[in-house]
Nanobody, 121 residues
Framework: QVQLVESGGALVQAGGSLRLSCVASGRTFSSYAMGWFRQAPGKEREFVATISWSGGNTYYADSVKGRFIISRDNAKNKVYLQMNSLNPEDTAVYYC??????????????WGQGTQVTVSS
């Protein structure tokens, strides 16, 4: 059974940083893209970042470009999201995904349960 487990969410002040982690189990994901989406209260789920299977290609939403960095460790079946210069608009539940990559949720086959990030002003 495939399982994705996110961690690292927390309450942080504006301007601070957090590092989210996601570990995948149940199969090897080294040949799949991985990504992060988020969903704020009352809003639709939105794309944050994605990384290719090799880690050589990354793509970010404009809202996080220059502040967030996605990376992966295929040996550990993990993907990370380093979030810097956080602002209250980044408050959301963050989800880890595995699939074909890109910014559309339909391109991903597996989702985690999410981790809450709250940024106070």
């Amino acid at each position: 059974q495939v399982q994705l487990v996110e961690s690292g969410g927390a309450l942080v002040q504006a301007g601070g940083s957090l590092r989210l982690s996601c570990v995948a189990s149940g199969r090897t994901f080294s040949s799949y893209a991985m990504g992060w989406f988020r969903q704020a209260p009352g809003k639709e789920r939105e794309f944050v970042a994605t990384i290719s299977w090799s880690g050589g290609n990354t793509y970010y939403a404009d809202s996080v470009k220059g502040r967030f960095i996605i990376s992966r460790d295929n040996a550990k079946n993990k993907v990370y999201l380093q979030m810097n210069s956080l602002n209250p608009e980044d408050t959301a539940v963050y989800y880890c995904l595995v699939g074909r990559g890109g910014s559309y949720p339909q391109r991903y086959n597996y989702w985690g349960q999410g981790t809450q990030v709250t940024v106070s002003s």
